[in-house]
């Protein structure tokens, strides 16, 4: 967790007053270790409990357990189903048709992004957390 986005990136969000629940099968106890300062960062034991009652699904390991995820569960345990994917691990029309809305960070998000040409597609709406 040297260099993790997921440092900078859960760190920005609680600046700016986000309550965060992390669940990493992995890295736990150093994330722990490393953002153990973070001021309404809650540290879970599974991906359903980092998910219940959340207003979204910020993704940003890319671990095994997070590629097949139960989709159902995310959509249903979401206030609402938006899930932002910071390793692209999933495909926007799969997303689309399963009634989640889905960002994939640095890259555009579906089949309205081929119409749009190259200086087009690289302005990404910033994200102001």
Do not use: H
Request: proline content about 5%; cysteine-free; hydrophobic content about 40%.
């Amino acid at each position: 967790m040297r260099d993790a986005p997921s440092r900078v990136i859960i760190r920005a969000l609680a600046e700016r007053g986000a309550t965060l629940r992390a669940y990493d099968p992995v890295a736990m106890d150093e994330a722990k270790r490393v953002l153990d300062d973070v001021v309404g960062l809650q540290f879970v034991n599974s991906q359903a409990e980092a998910l219940e009652g959340a207003d979204a699904l910020l993704i940003i390991t890319e671990w095994k357990e997070f590629k097949s995820p139960d989709f159902d569960l995310i959509r249903s345990s979401l206030k609402q189903p938006l899930v932002f994917d910071g390793r692209n691990l999933y495909e926007p029309e799969l997303m689309r048709a399963l009634g989640i809305e889905y960002a994939g960070i640095g890259r555009g998000t579906g089949p309205l992004d081929s119409d749009l040409d190259a200086k087009q597609r690289t302005r990404q709406p910033k994200l102001d957390w």
